[in-house]
């Protein structure tokens, strides 16, 4: 399993962008499917975006066209751009890693392997 450690989070203003950051430490990074979830409070985990060991990527619809995910392998960080914010946006986000991509898709119900600790993303008015 790899061990995952997020940054980035902090409060942003509607239209906003702000660059979620995991770094994997312990067992080979580009072997890992690599996901973006977010719990808003009062609501289920959610599935983000997720990418693939091709750098195949998938995202919800909720945020297709405003986040991006995109991986280093060489520096085992895996990152999510979030372009346009909005309040729905609010939430908890953590990174997953898991050698199983249905475990990161958004839609699962599998649960992955290796989270991350979950940066919170914020609104100021």
């Known amino acids: 399993q790899v061990q995952l450690v997020e940054s980035g989070g902090g409060s942003v203003q509607a239209g906003g962008s702000l660059r979620l950051s995991c770094a994997a430490s312990g067992d080979t990074f580009r072997n890992y499917a690599l996901g973006w979830f977010r719990q808003a409070p009062g609501k289920e985990r959610e599935g983000v975006a997720a990418i693939g060991t091709a750098n195949d990527s998938t995202y919800a619809d909720s945020v297709k066209g405003r986040f991006t995910i995109s991986r280093d392998n060489a520096k085992a960080i895996l990152y999510l751009q979030m372009n346009s914010l909005t309040p729905e946006d609010t939430a908890l986000y953590y990174c997953?890693?898991?050698?199983?991509?249905?475990?990161?898709?958004?839609?699962?119900?599998?649960?992955?392997?290796?989270w991350g600790q979950g940066p919170q993303v914020t609104f100021s008015s």
């Open positions: 997953a890693a898991d050698r199983r991509w249905r475990t990161v898709a958004p839609g699962t119900r599998v649960l992955a392997n290796s």
